[in-house]
């Protein structure tokens, strides 16, 4: 599997925006770039995933280099409940869910109010 | 929706012994994945299970076995039990052949001491 790379913690202010880098220089073409966050005390949850364009939902927006080599989680006002480990996760286009994902080390973000 | 349900949540053993943790999927999905996570680490997979056998397995010894029920729920066991082995299991649940890029939706995990 395709290596991400992150860094090991980032702090942010309460109501303002956080950018969550993910190197991934490796990326094949048919990757896409799945994001899961974890709570503390909690199991990891799906937050966002995209392959080539910039994606919206509820919880955060996905951008993606024109290169796909990188990306950004972007939190667009973060809260307290935002503090968790941030997990950065390739997969293929083919990967169902019977395929195991490969977690890295993730980002710590912490959230001062 | 009850979400994935781990039982129990905290569990303290001693080297030498077995250990079996449960886990109950997410309502509708057939397959069950069991990863291992160390403080400070991301987690690491361990097995998974679908259609009532292992599919798949990480790198852990064969002193990791699993079983999955006809209702698709599944037990972890760990027989002789190592210092190392205290840690987070998780349970992720999943639709196995619905779509590609499928979430995974994680119980609240089990926190094994091995005294």
């Known amino acids: 599997d395709a290596k991400t790379t992150q860094p090991n913690s980032m702090e942010s202010n309460e109501e303002e925006p956080v950018h969550l880098p993910c190197n991934h220089s490796?990326?094949?073409?048919?990757?896409?770039i799945h994001w899961y966050r974890q709570l503390p005390s909690q199991g990891p949850e799906y937050v966002i995933h995209?392959?080539?364009s910039n994606v919206n939902n509820r919880m955060a927006s996905l951008a993606i280099a024109e290169d796909r080599k990188s990306s950004t989680l972007i939190l667009h006002r973060a809260t307290l409940r935002d503090a968790a480990v941030y997990y950065c996760?390739?997969?293929?286009?083919?990967?169902?869910?019977?395929?195991?994902?490969?977690f890295g080390s993730g980002t710590r973000l912490q959230v001062q109010p | 929706d009850a979400g994935v349900t781990q039982s129990p949540t905290h569990l303290i053993k001693t080297r030498g012994q077995q250990v079996t943790l449960r886990c109950s999927p997410k309502?509708?999905?057939?397959?069950v994945s069991w990863y291992q996570q160390a403080l400070g680490q991301g987690p690491q997979f361990i097995f998974q299970?679908?259609?009532?056998?292992?599919?798949q397995r990480g790198n852990f010894p064969d002193r990791f076995s699993g079983h999955q029920f006809p209702n698709y729920s599944s037990e972890l066991n760990v027989n002789a039990l190592l210092l190392g082995d205290s840690a987070l299991y998780l349970c992720?649940?999943?639709?196995?052949?619905?779509?590609?890029?499928?979430?995974?939706?994680f119980g609240s995990g089990t926190q094994l001491s091995v005294l």
């Open positions: 992720a649940s999943s639709l196995g052949v619905r779509a590609t890029n499928e979430k995974l939706f």
């Open positions: 490796t990326i094949s073409g048919t990757d896409y």
């Open positions: 995209g392959l080539t």
């Open positions: 996760i390739l997969r293929g286009r083919g990967d169902t869910g019977r395929r195991a994902l490969t």
């Open positions: 309502s509708g999905h057939d397959t």
């Open positions: 299970y679908y259609e009532e056998e292992e599919r």
